[in-house]
């Protein structure tokens, strides 16, 4: 168990729906980030989060989006979703930033939501 | 970006033996982990190794990073090491994401 937990598991949802993905970081982990696994693509970088900040975006679509909370839950929402969003979305956390290079910044993953779009 | 290239894409082995995992990464790193992603889709941390060597258990690991490439190591394979095995890796400045390699596909056969 990595200690990162995501809800929920498994999402079946139709086209042009809206849906929402839930992160609970490691005890103590500040940083948030959203990773998508898709066949074709492999495992792409999404977007990160740092203490309730946004801190980097990779190859997010405009109809995605995402916020940490105060408590450093973090939240992705996916939405007017297509057949090809269907993927395997990963949250993953870490203690520190980069900038903060003298402290392990070894990220975990949680256990992933598979989003089947219909 | 940084390009990551693991090599052999696929290895198929008999149970009981020794196999290498190659990741070759384009610039410095100052953040390099191999993971294993299981049949469930699990990514499970194995190392931690942004240089120097590692063990645990039957894997090891060593990266080298002037020469900038990580090896894993697996011995006395077991059909549960079967999966998919992950170098990812972070560089320094503002580059905050892990860039995945596309990964080995491991399968052990009894």
């Known amino acids: 168990d990595s200690g990162v937990t995501q809800t929920p598991k498994h999402l079946i949802t139709a086209t042009g729906q809206r849906v929402t993905l839930r992160c609970s970081p490691r005890s103590g982990d500040l940083s948030v980030y959203w990773y998508q696994q898709s066949l074709d693509q492999g495992l792409q970088f999404l977007i990160q989060y740092y203490n309730g900040e946004e801190r980097a975006k990779g190859n997010i679509l405009e109809r995605f989006s995402a916020q940490q909370f105060p408590d450093l839950h973090s939240e992705l929402n996916l939405s007017s979703l297509e057949l090809g969003d269907s993927a395997l979305y990963f949250c993953?956390?870490?203690?520190?930033?980069?900038?903060?290079?003298?402290?392990?910044?070894?990220?975990?993953f949680g256990q992933g939501t598979r989003l089947t779009v219909v | 970006g940084i390009q990551v290239e693991q090599s052999p894409p696929d290895l198929i082995l008999q149970e009981g033996a020794n196999s290498t995992l190659r990741c070759n990464f384009s610039d410095s790193v100052n953040n390099l982990q191999w993971f294993h992603q299981n049949p469930w889709g699990q990514l499970i941390n194995l190392f931690y190794i942004p240089s120097g060597t590692k063990q645990n258990g039957r894997l090891s690991a060593t990266t080298v990073a002037t020469e900038r490439y990580s090896l894993l190591y697996i011995s006395s394979s077991q059909t549960t090491d079967s999966g998919v095995y992950f170098c990812?890796?972070?560089?320094?400045?503002?580059?905050?994401?892990?860039?995945f390699g596309k990964g080995t596909l491991l399968t052990v056969n009894p």
């Open positions: 990812a890796v972070r560089t320094g400045g503002s580059n905050y994401k892990l860039t």
């Open positions: 993953a956390s870490s203690v520190a930033s980069v900038g903060q290079s003298r402290l392990n910044t070894e990220a975990f």
